[in-house]
Antibody, heavy 115, light 107 residues
Framework: EEQLVESGGGLVQAGGSLRVSCAAS????????MNWVRQAPGKGLEWVST????????YYADSVKGRFTISRDNSKNTLYLQMSSLRAEDTAVYFC????????WGKGTSVTVSS | DIQMTQSPSTLSASVGDRVTITCRAS??????LAWFQHKPGKAPNLLIY???NLESGVPSRFSGGGSGTEFTLTINSLQPDDFATYYC?????????FGGGTKVEIK
């Protein structure tokens, strides 16, 4: 079964850093474009970042550009999102999702930024 | 950036009803549109990709249509499990954007 499992969320102070992970099983993560999507409390889904299949290109929402970095470790079949200079408005559940049209999703990991 | 506008934001319906949700793009996106169902505390679930293609395992009462800037998601004969929030998302270049969501509630 193709599966994504996020981890690494938690409580962090404003201005701090956190890295969330997304472990893939049942498929090879590097053969797909991979995304991070978040949902703030009471809000809708927001695209955050994409890493292309080749891994050569990364894209970010304006709200996180310059603060977040998407990457992957092929040997661990794992996707990462390194978040720095965190703000209260980054508080959300962070999901990873496969492919441009997001056919496989994880259940999410919760990040809370305290001000 | 391409903006995605969904309507209505909330929809009240009964089991057995036929419901239609509309998604409008601020500029043409061809058929590069997906629809998702999302329930609280769960992962979003892909229903439709490339505007009208039903994802494997999704019941046939769900259908998608449209191209360019106007798209629809139709649920024929609404079932109890269908009460959820629905989102459209374009993937016609970056940044990807989601619509604001449509919450389908029990009338």
């Amino acid at each position: 079964e193709e599966q994504l499992v996020e981890s690494g969320g938690g409580l962090v102070q404003a201005g701090g850093s956190l890295r969330v992970s997304c472990a893939a099983s049942g498929f090879t993560l590097s053969t797909y474009a991979m995304n991070w999507v978040r949902q703030a409390p009471g809000k809708g889904l927001e695209w955050v970042s994409t890493l292309t299949v080749s891994g050569g290109s990364t894209y970010y929402a304006d709200s996180v550009k310059g603060r977040f970095t998407i990457s992957r470790d092929n040997s661990k079949n794992t996707l990462y999102l390194q978040m720095s200079s965190l703000r209260a408005e980054d508080t959300a559940v962070y999901f990873c999702a496969r492919h441009d049209y997001m056919d496989v999703w994880g259940k999410g990991t919760s990040v809370t930024v305290s001000s | 950036d391409i903006q995605m506008t969904q309507s209505p934001s909330t929809l009240s319906a009964s089991v057995g009803d036929r419901v239609t949700i509309t998604c409008r793009a601020s500029q043409t996106i061809g058929s590069w549109l997906a629809w998702f169902q999302h329930k609280p505390g769960k992962a979003p679930n892909l229903l439709i990709y490339k505007a009208s293609n039903l994802e494997s395992g999704v019941p046939s009462r769900f259908s998608g249509g449209g191209s360019g800037t106007e798209f629809t998601l139709t649920i024929n004969s609404l079932q109890p499990d269908d009460f959820a929030t629905y989102y459209c998302q374009h993937y016609s270049g970056f940044p990807f954007t989601f619509g604001g969501g449509t919450k389908v509630e029990i009338k």
